[in-house]
C-alpha cells in the first residue's frame, strides 16, 4: 500500500491493521455481490408458481419448519453474507407491505443482478447501469397501471376475491382445497372490512389451528375461540345469550403488600379467618351475579375453593385467558375489560348468543367458542391438519390470502397472473429502449431480459421447455396484442390467463418492480467491500 505523508514529510496508515482485512474493489467487489444475490434467488427460483417446491429449514433447536412462502424462507435461512440480508430484507418489506409475492420479488431482483453483470463486463459504468433499471422500472409501472383492469366486487358478490384469493394459494401446498380457503379468507376479511374506508384491520382476524382432523374441517367462526374450557367440570358446556363479564382482577383474598406473619393458636382464629375469606369470596360472586353476568371470563387464576364457590353459585367461569385474548372477546362481545370487582355494572358486560365447549377427537383437548357475538367485528379462522407443519404452513398460506384480499379492498386493480403481467411489461420496456439515445438503453434492454425471469421460472418449475414456451407466449402476446396470455402451470390447455382466472393485485406487482429495482441500485453502487478476514 502507498505510504501518505503529512506537511512535515512523517508517514501515516490509513487504513489500520490492514493485513487483517480484505479488501474487494471496483469490479471485483460488483461481482461478489451480484453471486451472493443471484445464491439467495436461485434458492427461491424452483418455489415459484403453483408447481413449486416447498423447502424444509430446521432452526439450531431442532424445529422443523416446510415451507413455500419466500419471506418465511429467508427468514428462517442463516444468512452470513451482508448482500444476501438485503436480499431478506427485501422480501420483507413485500411481505410487510403486500403479504403477498414476496419470492417473485427475490427472483425479480436475481434476474436484474444477473443481467447487471453482462453489462459491467462490458465496461458499463454501475451507475448508468442503475439510471436504465430506474427509467425501466417506472416504464413497467406505468405499464402494469394501463393493462390493469378495476375489479368491481360488492358484498354479495365476492366471486372476484375469490378467485385472487385462490392464484395465491395455488402455489402453496394447500392446493387440494385452494376453493374452501379462500372463501373462509375472503369472508373473514368482508366481516371486519370497513367498505366505506376501503380498509381492513387484520388483528381482527385470529388464526387458531389444532392438529387433528383434516384441512377440509377448517372453518370461519364468526365469534372468538379460546384454548381453553371452564374452570370447573361440572359447570354447564353451553350457555345461551351469555353475558360476559371480563376481569383482569383475580378471584382471591387481598394480600398486604408488607411482610406479615400470622399466627394462629387455636381452632377459633383460624375459623374467623375462614370465615373472613368466605365471605370475601362471596361478595365477589355476588357482584359479578348482581350485574347480571352468566359467565366470567378471566385473565388469572382462582383457587379450589373460588372455583367450588362459583360453581354451587351457577356462574360458569374460565381462567388463565390471554391479554389478547381479553381484548378480542371484548371487541367482539362489546363488553369492557373490567380491573376491579367493584367497578362491575350491568352495562360494562359483553354479550354473545351463544358460547359452547367443543372437544375434538379422543383427546381431553376442549375450546371455547363465543359466536353470534353483539359485534361481530371479530372473526377466527379455525384450522384443522394432520401435523403441526401443516398448520404453521396452512397459517402462513392463509395470512397471504388475507392480505391479497385487504388489497383488493383497499385498491381493487388487478392484473393477470401466470408471468403474462411481466411478459407484456417486457415487451413495453423493450420498446422504450428505442427512445432513450443513450448507454441507458443496454440497461433499459436488461431490464426487460429480466423480467422475462419469472415466467422462465414457473415454466421451469411446471416441467415445461421454459425457453420454448416463453417465445411461444411471447409472440402470442405480440401478435393478438393480449396482455393475458400467460404461461400455463397447470396443463388446462389455454394461454389466457382471463379464462383461467389466474389475477394478481396490480399493487402488489408494482411493489415487486419498484422494490427490487431500489435493491439492485443499491448493490450496483458499492464499489469497495472492507471486510475483516477469518483468523
Known sequence: MALAFDEFGRPFIILREQEKKTRLRGLDAQKANIAAGKAVARILRTSLGPKGMDKMLQSPDGDVIITNDGATILEQMDVDNQIAKLMVELSRSQDYEIGDGTTGVVVMAGALLEQAEKLLERGIHPIRVAEGYEMASRVAFDHLERISQKFEFTADNIEPLVQTCMTTLSSKIVNRCKRALAEIAVKAVLAVADLERKDVNLDLIKVEGKVGGKLEDTELVYGIIVDKDMSHPQMPKRI?????????????????????????????????????????????????????????????????????????????????????????IAIATGGRIVPRFQELSPEKLGKAGLVREK????????????????????????????????????????????????????????????????????????????????????????????????????????????????????AQQVKESNPHCGIDCNDVGTNDMKEQNVFETLIGKQQQILLATQVVKMILKIDDVISPSEY
Open 359 to 474: 372437544a375434538f377427537g379422543t383427546t381431553k383437548d376442549r375450546m371455547l367458542y363465543i359466536e353470534q357475538c353483539a359485534n361481530s367485528r371479530a372473526v377466527t379462522i379455525f384450522i384443522r391438519g394432520g401435523n403441526k407443519m401443516m398448520i404453521e404452513e396452512t397459517k402462513r398460506s392463509l395470512h397471504d390470502a388475507l392480505c391479497v384480499a385487504r388489497n383488493l379492498i383497499r385498491n381493487n386493480s388487478i392484473v393477470y397472473g401466470g408471468g403474462s403481467a411481466e411478459i407484456s411489461c417486457s415487451i413495453a420496456v423493450e420498446t422504450a429502449a428505442d427512445r432513450h439515445p443513450g448507454v441507458e438503453q443496454y440497461a433499459i434492454r436488461s431490464f426487460a431480459d429480466a423480467l422475462d425471469a419469472v415466467p422462465l421460472a414457473l415454466a421451469e418449475n411446471s416441467g415445461l421447455s421454459p425457453i420454448d414456451t416463453l417465445t411461444a407466449v411471447k
Open 240 to 328: 345461551e345469550d351469555a353475558k360476559i363479564a371480563i376481569l383482569t382482577c383475580p378471584f382471591e383474598p387481598p394480600k398486604p403488600k408488607t411482610k406479615h406473619k400470622v399466627d394462629i393458636d387455636t381452632v377459633e382464629k383460624f375459623q374467623t379467618l375462614r370465615e373472613q375469606e368466605q365471605k370475601y369470596f362471596d361478595e365477589m360472586v355476588q357482584k359479578c351475579k348482581d350485574a347480571g353476568a352468566t359467565l366470567v371470563i378471566c385473565q388469572w387464576g382462582f383457587d379450589d375453593e373460588a372455583n367450588h364457590l362459583l360453581m354451587h353459585r351457577n356462574l360458569p367461569a374460565v381462567r388463565w385467558v390471554g391479554g389478547v385474548e381479553l381484548e378480542l
